[in-house]
């Protein structure tokens, strides 16, 4: 089984900056890829970003295209997004998952999920 943990969020002002980690343990040479979603009060989750694990490839929503940055360290097993320039509707919990099957932006695809971290950013 693979288990995934979030850690970095909090509560800034607009125009901040913040990091979010993911460390992934367990049953990791089943993932392939690596997601983050979002989830604001009362709205569905939405994609946030993805890297494949093996190239770095990326892919970015357009709603965090550049101003979201998601890396990966292999050796430690933990996937990163830096968000910059952050914005009143960037508030969410923010949730890592993993894919076994590749790089992609749908829910589905992801079989492994985290709890989930808070991000709240104020005006």
């Known amino acids: 089984q693979l288990q995934l943990v979030e850690s970095g969020g909090g509560a800034v002002q607009a125009g901040d900056s913040l990091r979010l980690s993911c460390s992934a343990s367990g049953r990791t040479i089943s993932s392939k890829a690596m997601g983050w979603f979002r989830q604001a009060p009362g709205k569905e989750r939405e994609f946030v970003a993805a890297?494949?694990?093996?190239?770095?490839?990326?892919v970015y929503s357009d709603s965090v295209k550049g101003r979201f940055t998601i890396s990966r360290d292999n050796a430690k097993n933990t996937v990163y997004l830096q968000m910059n320039s952050l914005k009143p509707e960037d508030t969410a919990v923010y949730v890592c998952?993993?894919?076994?099957?590749?790089?992609?932006?749908?829910?589905?695809?992801?079989?492994?999920w985290g709890q989930g971290t808070q991000v709240t950013v104020s005006s």
């Open positions: 890297i494949r694990w093996s190239s770095g490839s990326t």
């Open positions: 998952a993993a894919s076994g099957s590749g790089l992609h932006t749908v829910e589905y695809a992801y079989e492994n």
